[in-house]
């Protein structure tokens, strides 16, 4: 029997009370507002007085509007007509289609027996090479994104919503700008992922309760098609809000704040989201990708800081660029050992060697003297972000690894970079390799080799590779003037782009069919 | 006792108050009683006749008004054989038993046995008819595993009792009464092989805690040589997030030189426990030949399972180390993590709307913990037989800052100290303890003299690395140049470990003994360098060699011939220094043996965990001086700052 309470004895920030008896925890009620109807969740029950939070938010509520409570907690329905739907952050569809009611589910579960877990081990390809070569993402995983406002993180999701092997994505907006939205709605539309999408869209403009739902909406989802058997990606951006919802409902609560008025209980909130990614032993897998903007680039940020803990790894999106110092994959192991023999060499060589990259950049901004060695350093180190850090590039994991081999040769002889004889064996480019062991290179002859190489790679990369290859080193000649470098860096950026757009499209045709 | 009923009359997230009548216990266990569902909880405060109690479990659907039975007994765990072994949640319910019966979720509301009651033990009496006995008295053993597991008079019996009578020597359960005893009132007690515990009281049926002096050997190299952790003691690992406290974990409750280990996986992450969970059954113990889940009990309460039970967890693991102590055994508790323990304390706190201390977190945080580490603590028992409880907790700081209440109480009772640096692990120097910063007061096997001589030499290689990034290291002299190299060396080779490497994840302490004096000579020998570039080739060397020497197992023949290389590139240096000619001829010699070595130990390297070896994979540095000093050097804060610096 539903009952209806028409007295609302308080209304504070969004937190409204009323006076109902046999009100269980956790329950939902519908309010009737002038402005219509909105959802709202018992928070708080003491004696007959219960706290409910209203989604829609407080605004116009009237003492005397309608409290209906409706005997059940927060549920969403669940089936394959949800694929290519879109829904707000309290289940209900936005894009206009037909409502859906069946089969519904309750959210926010139990969490899954720790024994029944069981060690990852299968690999998501991104063809992001800083993702695929050096931060490994594992079926799974859970994995925030950490960011500056501004960053390209919308953008960076879309490319893995679209390019990753997983079976479904689902997609969690949570206070996501419209514009935003409208970006991952045509970008998926137009690279045909619509189709395996299910979004759950809270926008900025939304009521900021309703966001709190989301995470919690998409990922009982997720469960539901994994223990069906679908490995699932869930995407949430950006759970800073999230964690600000949190806090704006602590606070109206009048709770204890701990960290910057952060709830107490920040961790085990994130936590109980985060750690429904799993990978069931006969059945699918829920992996999550969450976006964490750090405010103020402090990622000592209680958010940030509480996810780090509770996160396995994080990237670390700096300007336009997944950094790869920072950034942590922890089941990367997992699966590395698996792809390729030059994989794990690859992916420690290659950054040790941009770390030196980067302490004889700092060395040349101190005005030190540069010698032979240090400009190798130098070119190598802006090959590595052109061809590698590069956001847009996109290639398979394997021509990443090749494409590795090539800027080693290119840069160093073999025995500078200390690999493995045997790697190096297989794996050194044959043509370059002689030709670096000829001639002890001044830098520029180093160009020349640069160029022969390009033109043993894939003739599609040729022509951008050239042109970054002979900027930066064109720069190294004069050492000093940090300044220039970094100003041009921004242009190299951009340039393969045009030569690789293409590519993406081509990758996709190739491996869909595979797949099916 | 009377059983106590009541109703719910407030909830608030894990927290209810319920109006009750009669008579109820602080830390008392009540149920909450939603549907079919029993969830358990636990009085937390007592206001008249209204309790505030934390539920262990969610607390979605329960209503005002909902019948609470409260049970008359504090939150207890069942002690017996069996327990080795297992893997519990923060309750002590079996988790493999809760998958078996109800799949990939962790229902809600079940409550479970935590030992075996069909299993049959082989019981040994020990004590006769007419024997007195009192509480903690053995009344026989059972195998289980590889050690005797004792079976005593139930630790709540209080006063003299005599053996009325006891069972034969044979098969029984856990349930079966294996001995009835008396007291001079004339109440028998009829025994079985288990009782229970409350978890929050400490175990204490001993003669005398003694000043624990012996090493605890954990075959970390940092730990035991500098850092050492003592049978019965207790020591504390901060650490940001990423710096490798769990692996430090991980690898102690692997290779640590203790009987038993409980691993209490407090609040992380579940896949970190998994690791744990299904790789322990296939790894042999090197000390017993069995595999090592037989000496390992784990208590998992993971992130995101219900918070109270995460506070009780730490508690359970702890009785269960002094029950095992309690056999005369040396007991290692891990607790991974302490933070999230005392977050839960905060959560509650928050709840009960206590007046919060700093951070938010209550008033009594400082003591709970120190009450937690007081249960450590090396003991002799009536019977003259000593036992041991050791405690390593980490401490997640947020933000990793150690200035936050809890690794500071952390500090004040902890005998040691592992402070974990973001430097080092974005260095990839694992494991990642900070030397300079770091203590413990326990007693290293090692000399120490030479220690402090060491570490004499970290400090001021520090200092001169510091100076070095100021003047450079043209403006450096060559004797402070050899300071740092000497500093960098016994980083690289000695305090560096590969915990993946089969050879140099575990270093007895014979063999830390007789390497650390190779170091301690190196460190100690002065040498005569003319130029900066001759010292760090040499030291290069040097290290590649020792490098390579760590990888080699001590019994292989291959051990004294690697030492005839280094002892051999020593030598050369400081005989050969005024002869140029004959000094490179020296150094292109050990070139080449350098790069046969490199070969070998890197193809090692990169199966087991490239990710670690770092200084192995190096190129020959000859032009760039400060990359041995900080490979990572851009953390993840710091590019920025550095680059508007330049500007």
Redesign the interface.
């Given at each position: 029997m539903q009952k209806v309470y028409n007295k609302i004895l308080s209304v504070t920030g969004n937190v409204i009370t009323v006076k109902a008896?046999?009100?269980?925890?956790?329950?939902l009620a519908e309010i009737s507002i002038s402005r219509g109807k909105s959802l709202a969740q018992v928070i708080?029950?003491?004696?007959?007085i219960v706290s409910l939070q209203v989604f829609a938010g407080s605004q116009g509520i009237s003492t005397n509007d309608e409290v209906r409570f409706l005997g059940n907690?927060m549920r969403v329905t669940f089936s394959d007509d949800m694929l290519g739907r879109i829904f707000n952050g309290s289940g209900i569809p936005r894009d206009k289609g037909p409502s859906l009611s069946e089969n519904m589910i309750e959210i926010?579960?139990?969490?899954?027996?720790?024994?029944?877990?069981?060690?990852?081990r299968n690999m998501i390809r991104t063809n992001i090479p800083m993702i695929d070569v050096f931060n490994s993402l594992v079926v799974?995983q859970k994995l925030p994104i950490?960011s500056v406002s501004g960053e390209p993180y919308n953008e960076l999701l879309a490319r893995i919503a679209l390019q990753a092997e997983v079976d479904m994505i689902i997609l969690g907006g949570i206070g996501l700008k419209y514009d935003q939205y409208m970006y991952f709605k045509n970008t998926l539309e137009e690279g045909g992922a619509l189709s395996r999408s299910i979004f759950f869209i809270h926008t900025a403009s939304d009521p900021i309760v309703e966001g709190l739902m989301v995470p919690d909406l998409c990922l009982a989802v997720a469960e539901k098609f994994a223990?069906n058997g679908k490995n699932v990606l869930v995407l949430l951006t950006d759970m800073t809000n999230f964690a600000d919802a949190l806090k704006e409902i602590a606070i109206t609560m009048e709770?204890?704040?701990?960290?910057r008025g952060y709830?107490?209980?920040l961790?085990?909130q994130l936590?109980?989201r985060?750690?429904?990614a799993v990978d069931?032993d006969d059945a699918g897998s829920v992996t999550v990708l969450a976006v964490t903007t750090m405010p103020g680039?402090?990622?000592?940020?209680?958010v940030p800081?509480?996810t780090?803990?509770?996160t396995?790894?994080?990237f670390?999106l700096?300007?336009g660029r997944i950094?790869p110092?920072?950034?942590?994959s922890?089941?990367k192991?997992q699966v590395n050992?698996k792809t390729r023999d030059d994989h794990?060499?690859i992916?420690?060589?290659m950054?040790?060697?941009y770390?030196?990259y980067?302490?004889?950049e700092?060395?040349r901004?101190?005005g030190?003297r540069m010698?032979?060695?240090?400009k190798k350093?130098l070119k190598y180190g802006k090959l590595f972000e052109d061809r590698m850090m590069n956001l847009k590039v996109n290639i398979s994991l394997e021509e990443a690894l090749d494409r590795g081999w090539e800027t080693l040769a290119e840069c160093?002889t073999p025995?500078?970079?200390?690999?493995?004889?045997?790697l190096v064996k297989k794996f050194w480019p044959k043509s370059v390799q002689n030709e670096v062991e000829k001639k002890d290179q001044p830098s520029g002859e180093t160009d020349k080799d640069a160029k022969e190489t390009d033109a043993v790679s894939e003739s599609e990369e040729t022509s951008a590779d050239k042109k970054n290859t002979t900027e930066p080193s064109e720069e190294d000649a004069e050492t000093g003037q940090?300044?220039e470098t970094?100003a041009e860096s921004g242009e190299p950026v951009k340039k393969p782009s045009a030569s690789k757009k293409k590519k993406p499209k081509k990758e996709k045709r190739g491996k869909r069919p595979k797949k099916s | 006792m009377n059983k106590t009923k009541g109703t719910i009359?407030?909830?608030?997230?894990n927290m209810i108050?319920v109006e009750f009548e009669g008579n109820i216990i602080q830390n008392e266990v009540g149920y909450a009683i939603?549907g079919d569902d029993r969830l358990k909880s636990e009085v937390v405060k007592i206001r008249g006749n209204i309790a505030y109690m934390q539920v262990f479990e969610?607390?979605?659907?329960?209503?005002?008004?909902d019948a609470v039975e409260f049970s008359g007994e504090m939150l207890s765990v069942q002690l017996g054989p069996g327990l080795l072994g297992m893997?519990y949640d923060g309750l002590q319910n079996p988790?493999?038993e809760?998958?078996a019966l109800?799949?990939?979720?962790?229902?809600?509301g079940v409550v479970l046995d935590a030992l075996d009651f069909k299993q049959k033990w082989e019981f040994t009496p020990a004590v006769k008819k007419g024997d007195p006995v009192r509480a903690a008295s053995v009344l026989g053993t059972v195998p289980e595993g590889i050690f005797d597991h004792k079976i005593f008079v139930p630790f709540h019996l209080q006063g003299e009792f005599k053996v009325v009578s006891i069972v034969e020597k044979g098969n029984y359960t856990v349930t079966d009464t294996i001995a009835t005893i008396e007291n001079d009132r004339g109440e028998k007690h009829e025994l079985c092989m288990y009782f229970e515990w409350p978890v929050k009281l400490p175990i204490e049926f001993y003669r005398e805690k003694h000043l624990p002096t012996e090493p605890l050997v954990t075959q970390t190299r940092i730990i035991d040589t500098f850092f050492p952790v003592a049978k019965g003691g207790t020591y504390c690992i901060p650490g940001?997030?990423?710096a490798g406290k769990t692996v430090l974990q991980q690898v102690t409750s692997r290779f640590a030189e203790a009987d038993i280990v409980i691993i209490a996986a407090c609040?992380?992450?579940?896949?970190e426990?998994?690791?744990t969970?299904?790789?322990f059954p296939e790894i042999t113990d090197p000390r017993t030949g069995k595999s090592l889940m037989e000496r390992t009990i784990i208590i998992?309460n993971?992130?995101?399972?219900p918070?109270a039970a995460r506070e009780a967890s730490v508690y359970t693991a702890a009785t269960l180390g002094e029950y095992y102590r309690q056999m005369g055994l040396d007991v290692l508790l891990l607790a991974d993590s302490t933070s999230?323990w005392a977050?839960?304390m905060?959560?509650l706190?928050?709840r009960l709307?206590e007046i919060?201390g700093e951070?938010?977190?209550p008033a009594y945080l400082e003591s709970r913990i120190a009450q937690f580490y007081e249960r450590a603590g090396l003991v002799e028992f009536e019977d003259g037989n000593f036992g041991s409880l050791t405690i390593g907790g980490t401490v997640?700081p947020?933000?990793?800052?150690f200035e936050e209440p809890v690794t500071q109480s952390t500090l004040k009772v902890v005998g040691a100290f592992h402070g974990l640096s973001r430097d080092r692990s974005?260095a990839r120097r694992y494991p990642a303890i900070d030397p300079l910063d770091s203590w413990s007061k326990y007693e290293s096997f090692i000399e120490n003299k030479q220690i402090e001589y060491a570490r004499d030499i970290l400090r001021k290689g520090h200092d001169v690395h510091q100076m070095m990034l100021v003047v450079?290291e043209e403006g450096t002299s060559i004797e402070d140049f050899s300071i740092y190299l000497k500093s960098e060396f016994l980083d690289n080779v000695y305090l560096q470990q590969n915990s993946f490497d089969s050879v140099d994840g575990a270093t007895s302490p014979e063999r830390q003994k007789y390497v650390f004096n190779f170091v301690y000579n190196v460190l100690f020998r002065k040498f005569d360098f003319k130029e900066k570039d001759t010292a760090r080739n040499f030291f290069n060397k040097l290290r590649q060699l020792f490098i390579d020497w760590n990888y080699i197992d001590m019994k292989d023949e291959e051990f004294k011939q690697q030492e005839a290389k280094i002892s051999d590139l020593i030598e050369g240096e400081a005989t050969e220094k005024n002869s140029t000619e004959k000094k490179e001829k020296a150094e292109t010699e050990s070139e080449n043996k350098d790069?046969k070595k490199?070969?070998k130990g890197?193809?090692k390297n990169?199966?087991e965990?490239?990710?670690k070896?770092?200084e192995k994979?190096?190129?020959?540095?000859?032009?760039?001086p400060?990359?041995e000093e900080?490979?990572?050097?851009?953390?993840?804060?710091k590019?920025?700052e550095?680059?508007k610096g330049?500007?």
């Open positions: 008896e046999g009100v269980s925890y956790e329950e708080k029950l003491d004696r007959d907690p926010a579960g139990p969490s899954v027996n720790p024994a029944k877990r069981i060690i990852p799974s950490f223990l709770q204890v704040p701990s960290n709830p107490g209980d961790y085990s936590a109980a985060y750690e429904k069931f680039d402090d990622v000592t940020h209680p800081d509480n780090g803990y509770i396995e790894g994080q670390y700096r300007n950094e110092f920072g950034s942590l922890r089941l192991q050992d794990r060499a992916m420690d060589g950054i040790q060697l770390a030196q980067n302490e004889t700092e060395k901004a101190m030190f010698s032979d060695w240090d350093l160093f025995d500078e970079t200390g690999f493995r004889t045997e940090i300044k970094e | 009359i407030g909830i608030n997230g108050s939603t969610i607390t979605k659907g329960l209503k005002i008004g893997v988790l493999n809760l998958a109800h799949g990939f979720f962790l229902k809600r940001p997030f990423g609040g992380e992450r579940a896949g426990v998994v690791e969970l299904r790789e998992c993971t992130s995101s399972m918070v999230r977050q839960a905060r959560e706190s928050g709307e919060p951070e938010a977190f997640s947020a933000g990793g800052n974005n450079g790069e490199m070969e890197e193809s990169a199966v965990a490239p990710e070896m770092q994979a190096k190129p020959d540095e000859k032009n760039s400060e990359n900080k490979p990572n050097r851009p953390d993840q804060r590019p920025p550095e680059k330049e500007e």
